[in-house]
Antibody, heavy 124, light 107 residues
Framework: QVQLQESGPGLVKPSETLSLTCTVS????????WSWIRQPPGKGLEWIGY???????NYNPSLKSRVTISVDTSKNQFSLKLSSVTAADTAVYYC??????????????????WGQGTTVTVSS | DIQMTQSPSSLSASVGDRVTITCRAS??????LNWYQQKPGKAPKLLIY???SLQSGVPSRFSGSGSGTDFTLTISSLQPEDFATYYC?????????FGPGTKVDIK
């Protein structure tokens, strides 16, 4: 079965760039969309963006100027970069696979496989 | 962006109770609505997609209904492992948004 694992620094200084990688095991990264989601301490879920294995992306408008998501199919990985971080970017960061389901001629999507999450703290 | 609201924000229930959680979208999203369960310290788990389709492996006591702007998640008989926070998420837009969550705890 497909498993996802986030990796990267747990501590990032303000104004620097947060960089995380999600490694996909037990399956291929091809033919799927992949997403990043974050959750500040004690708060709800915020979608950051997604990438198709071919490289096309879509980002949350509120983060778009600071976010880059990329994919490396040779390594079965996709990555997140968030620039100019502040304390407000402190959160648990999750990577997830996007499932597409065809029902009645329409396509629906949901995030069906998630990594365990990695805590990133922004502090000097 | 499409805004999602949930009610109640929290509820207390007993094992065996029937529990209903409501989610409302700021505009019509047809049936493009997912439900997730999250336990403390764990990643969310997809329960329901397309408003009423049960994700593989999810117990049949979970069900979803609704379309347009109003949706419900029902747990027919609450089990000890169901105490968690539940989030709705719209998939009508490619820019996904989540509801604020409903915490279900033990009465």
């Amino acid at each position: 079965q497909v498993q996802l694992q986030e990796s990267g620094p747990g501590l990032v200084k303000p104004s620097e760039t947060l960089s995380l990688t999600c490694t996909v095991s037990g399956g291929s990264i091809s033919s799927y969309y992949w997403s990043w989601i974050r959750q500040p301490p004690g708060k709800g879920l915020e979608w950051i963006g997604y990438i198709y294995y071919s490289g096309s992306t879509n980002y949350n408008p509120s983060l778009k100027s600071r976010v880059t998501i990329s994919v490396d199919t040779s390594k079965n990985q996709f990555s997140l970069k968030l620039s100019s971080v502040t304390a407000a970017d402190t959160a648990v960061y999750y990577c997830a696979r996007i499932k597409l389901a065809a029902l009645g001629g329409y396509y629906y999507y949901g995030m069906d496989v998630w990594g365990q999450g990695t805590t990133v703290t922004v502090s000097s | 962006d499409i805004q999602m609201t949930q009610s109640p924000s929290s509820l207390s229930a007993s094992v065996g109770d029937r529990v209903t959680i409501t989610c409302r979208a700021s505009q019509s999203i047809s049936s493009y609505l997912n439900w997730y369960q999250q336990k403390p310290g764990k990643a969310p788990k997809l329960l329901i997609y397309a408003a009423s389709s049960l994700q593989s492996g999810v117990p049949s006591r979970f069900s979803g209904s609704g379309s347009g702007t109003d949706f419900t998640l029902t747990i027919s008989s609450l089990q000890p492992e169901d105490f968690a926070t539940y989030y709705c998420q719209q998939s009508y837009s490619t820019r996904a948004t989540f509801g604020p969550g409903t915490k279900v705890d033990i009465k």
